[in-house]
């Protein structure tokens, strides 16, 4: 059995049980109400920009839009933890006109692959004839921690890491690897 999704504007999602050879339906369609679109962290993270925005002296006509990251927060499709970058959808440039938000969700587990990868390319860097130095996961990470961000709660999270698998929110400084913990 497999399940197909439609969504429609209002974020309700129709969830159908269809058999895997024929693509028949077996069930009777599902209804899901998904969230509130405007409680969604991409949409608010740009919300709360036009808002600081408008109090701007040359109001929110003076401030160009920007790329920024979303709290971290569980996916809905599938509950993986991660975060959004996102951008407001906004033709004359601005926070005046802004329509809509797009986003980019990466999980935590696929930042933590990434920076798994680096500090190995590190490793093998470090470890040839001009530098000669050997690291291992003792005494050396890649990690990405949430540094400078609006939702002061999440200050100091831990995006991802070299050897880790994460799942829940973590602050860097409670997290199992010394090296990250103490930076």
């Not at 608010?44 to 701007?56: G, N």
């Not at 709290?71 to 959808?89: C, F, S």
């Not at 797009?102 to 190995?120: E, R």
Request: glycine content about 8%; hydrophobic content about 45%.
């Amino acid at each position: 059995r497999m399940f197909a999704y439609d969504m429609n504007v209002s974020m309700i999602r129709t969830r159908w049980s269809v058999d895997w050879d024929t693509g028949i339906r077996i069930e009777p369609p599902e209804l899901q109400r998904v969230y509130e679109l405007g409680k969604h962290p991409a949409y608010t993270s740009q919300i709360a920009a036009v808002e600081r925005a408008s109090l701007h002296p040359g109001g929110a006509g003076s401030v160009p839009t920007r790329p920024l990251w979303s709290p971290l927060y569980h996916n809905w499709i599938d509950g993986r933890l991660g975060v959004a970058l996102t951008d407001a959808v906004a033709p004359c440039g601005n926070y005046s006109c802004v329509e809509g938000v797009i986003q980019a969700f990466v999980t935590v587990g696929y930042v933590s692959f990434n920076c798994d990868a680096l500090w190995a390319d590190l490793q093998s860097l470090l470890a040839g004839a001009i530098y000669d130095i050997t690291i291992d996961h003792n005494n050396s990470s890649v990690f990405v921690v949430g540094h400078k961000l609006r939702n002061a709660t999440q200050q100091g999270m831990l995006i991802g890491a070299a050897q880790a698998i994460i799942t829940t929110a973590t602050y860097a400084s409670s997290f199992e690897n010394v090296v990250v913990a103490s930076a």
